[in-house]
């Protein structure tokens, strides 16, 4: 009979095999200092030196990890857990990471400065400091087309995405470029929704509407962002719907951003959806690993900043969705290593995450917020979310807030029947399978619940 393998001997086979597939700096990094802390009944525990080292393994190795530890053993393996058990008591080879003291004060500071509203244009918004990736492409082209030719190509031309994700960075290239380029000099306009719909407001209140008149269609490039806020504004449409007109016949380019392609925009005059529609939309959706290691990484460049290729990509596998926060963090690195002379550790890494991205608890979450959220997102009243119609502009949203009530809180199916207006538990069962289908093949519904998830969980 074989004596079988102590924990030691199975965990050098299987360091073995996975060293010939993966690369040897991947190993190096992820594997020193790693062992079976316990094998039992189908479970193993593997013992981490860091946190680093867990996430890595746990989203990255584990498939391969379980797959070789199967063969080897030849035992089914039920679970493998990764924890953080530092090898006090043996030979400790180098640590990518030293531990560091964390400097907790210091991330309070810092706050990445909010995208401009102003009405100027932000100088490191140009096309060449744009990392481009797949799901940024068809955006980055159409700005580009039409900062070379404006007014001629797509007009108006109309960008949407989440929150973060480089719109007001695109349409501002635009105006940066056409300023470059100015042998004329030519009249930009850049503003937010908001700020166009108080402008307005201020000169109707103090007479001088025919000022505005006069400023906003006057100029050769308008950059109108965020116009979701045009939203149920009726009057402020109306003057939107005029200037519009008044610069697309003049062959003006107009460019416009949302958070939301136009036919998802609620209550937007039909006249002025029609508009929005009529030149180019392009989209913006979150970049994958790859291109958001190349923003940090460009980032970094910018602010001639070196950072350890593994703390860039740990960094961007844990921020996925927003770039602002990427740059928050970014900033948040270089002050602490300003002020301990040093690069952070990775606690402090991981404090920095969390601080930058500060999110509510799952337990201080309730139905009535989910409800809210998805309301006001679909522009829809509670009344109508919990009522009998079926009509699908309801019943989708409905659904949205079962999957949500499943996903995030937890709740039983039943009970999710109970609280959307009665209705039975089968009601909650289809909905949620419906959805969960639905986001495998359905890219703009996953976005449409990634936006709504950070809506949830966002303080303040
Ligand atoms: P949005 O307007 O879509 O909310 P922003 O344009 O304000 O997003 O982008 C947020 C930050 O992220 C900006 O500082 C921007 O420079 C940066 N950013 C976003 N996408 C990219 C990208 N693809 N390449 C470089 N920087 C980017
Ligand atoms: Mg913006």
Redesign the pocket.
């Known amino acids: 009979m074989r004596t079988p393998m102590t924990n030691n001997e199975l965990w050098q086979s299987v360091l073995g095999e996975l060293e010939l597939q993966i690369s040897r700096p991947s190993f190096t990094t992820w594997f020193s200092n790693t062992y079976i802390h316990e094998f039992s009944d189908g479970k193993v525990v593997v013992g981490v030196p860091n946190t680093f080292a867990k996430t890595w393994l746990e989203k990255k190795f584990h498939k391969q990890i379980l797959n070789i530890i199967q063969t080897i053993s030849q035992t089914r393996i039920r679970e493998i857990l990764y924890l953080i058990i530092p090898k006090t008591n043996r030979e400790v080879v180098s640590t990518p990471y030293p531990q560091i003291p964390a400097v907790q004060e210091v991330i309070v500071s810092q706050i ?1 400065s909010p ?1 401009n509203a102003s009405g100027t244009l932000n100088i ?2 140009i096309f060449d ?5 797949k799901t ?1 492409e068809l955006a ?1 082209a159409a700005c580009k087309a039409v900062a070379a030719k404006p007014g001629t190509v797509y007009n108006p031309l109309f960008i949407y ?10 349409i ?1 290239a635009i105006g940066n470029t056409m300023i470059q380029q100015g042998t004329n000099p030519r009249k930009i306009m850049y503003v937010s929704s908001e700020k166009f719909t108080n402008d307005y407001i201020q000169k109707v209140k103090a007479g001088k509407a025919e000022e505005f008149k006069d400023l906003y269609r006057n100029v050769d490039l308008l950059l109108i ?2 116009v979701q806020f045009f939203s149920g504004k009726e009057r402020t449409q109306e003057e939107f719907f005029h200037t519009f007109n008044h610069l697309h016949q003049l062959n003006k380019q107009i460019v416009l ?1 949302a958070d939301r392609p136009p036919k998802e925009i609620h209550a937007l005059e039909n006249r002025l959806l029609s508009r929005f529609e009529w030149g180019m939309i392009a989209d ?1 959706s979150a ?1 994958d690993l790859e ?1 958001r290691i190349a ?1 940090f990484e ?2 970094c460049q910018e602010k001639n900043y070196i950072l350890d290729k593994d703390i860039v990509v740990y960094v961007a596998q844990n921020i996925t969705s ?3 926060e ?2 928050g963090v970014l900033n948040r690195i270089i002050a602490i290593h300003e002020l301990q002379n040093r690069n952070p550790d990775m606690t402090t890494i991981e404090q920095i995450i969390s601080a930058v991205r500060p999110r509510k608890a799952k337990g201080s979450i309730t139905s009535k917020n989910i409800l809210a959220i998805v309301g006001e997102y679909y522009g829809i009243g509670l009344q109508d979310l919990l009522g009998p119609s079926r009509e699908k502009k309801l019943a989708f949203p409905r659904q949205i807030v079962m999957f949500l009530l499943r996903e995030e809180l937890n709740h039983s199916f039943p009970s999710i029947g109970q609280e959307i207006g009665g209705r039975d538990h089968t009601t909650a069962l289809h909905a949620h399978g419906k959805i969960s289908n639905e986001i495998i093949t359905n890219e703009r519904l996953r976005n449409d619940l990634e936006t709504l998830k950070e809506k949830i969980y966002q303080i303040g």
């Open positions: 990445p995208s490191s918004y400091s744009f990392v481009i990736g940024n980055y995405g989440g929150v973060g994700l480089g719109k007001t960075h695109l501002q962002d965020d951003t913006i970049p291109t923003i460009k980032k927003n770039i602002r990427l740059e």
